[in-house]
């Protein structure tokens, strides 16, 4: 954080009916880091330093902060996308200054409310059930909206599902990667894409590798694809506007 060595990455969310239409989907921001060589080390690295020495929040806080003001220097640009997703760990949902910070951010770069999702995970939300709820509740009146992430790993995951207020239901990649060697996988694709649409949701499924897996995920109706098969990550300061 403080030498600046996060890089900010991007990866494509396409509508799996029009796959080519930016606008119909959005980007997820992904972070990785350079270490004192300046070689990228992988997320999971520094992620689990980052959680193991209670630094999350302010990572979290580092990439909003980056990001909106990214989003208000390019607003007049941003009309041929449909967003950008920001992850949000549990630590940060369970900070009760956290909602006040975004909003100071919004308010300090004037970066568009409607361009911005916050994606938090499935287990992260339900350990902090009434921060979560509170911190969406409050984002989504100045027009945000949210993703459920790795859905479909927790023991309750439809129960939980009626309280959230997200948009988006993210299926867990560990079922989307062998849906097609794998029945049961595929049966639990359905199960969360029909009880998310039953709920009023979207569907995203994660890891769509190859364009078998992705012509799968269209047969069964997933509303969204994500993963190389799409489009690989790229950073996000080189991405054509």
């Not at 996308?81 to 956290?98: C, L, M, P, R």
């Not at 012509?215 to 690989?232: H, M, P, S, T």
Request: hydrophobic share 40%; proline share 3%.
């Amino acid at each position: 954080l403080n030498e600046n060595r996060l890089i900010l990455n991007c990866q494509r969310i396409a509508s799996i009916e029009h796959p080519q239409r930016r606008v119909e989907g959005h980007y997820e921001i992904l972070l990785t880091m350079r270490d004192e060589l300046g070689e990228v080390m992988p997320p999971a690295d520094f992620i689990l330093a980052a959680e193991t020495y209670n630094r999350m929040t302010a990572i979290d806080r580092w990439v909003i902060e980056r990001v909106l003001t990214w989003l208000a220097d390019h607003r007049s640009r941003l009309d041929h996308f449909g967003g950008f997703s920001i992850n949000v760990s549990g630590h940060s949902v369970n900070d009760e200054t956290f909602p006040d910070f975004v909003l100071e951010q919004f308010s300090r770069t004037q970066a568009p409310t409607s361009k911005v999702c916050f994606e938090i995970t499935e287990t992260a939300a339900i350990a902090n059930l009434d921060n979560a709820v509170e911190f969406m509740s409050r984002m989504k009146i100045i027009g945000c909206r949210f993703s459920l992430d790795d859905f479909g790993t927790g023991l309750s995951s439809y129960s939980y599902l009626r309280n959230l207020p997200v948009d988006y239901v993210k299926i867990d990649g560990v079922f989307v990667k062998d849906i097609i060697t794998m029945p049961g996988d595929q049966a639990v694709v359905r199960s969360i894409n029909e009880i998310g649409h039953y709920m009023g949701k979207k569907t995203i499924a994660e890891y769509v590798e190859n364009q078998a897996i992705f012509d799968a995920l269209k047969e069964i109706g997933v509303d969204y694809a994500q993963g190389y098969c799409i489009e690989k990550p790229t950073e996000l300061s080189q991405l054509v506007l």
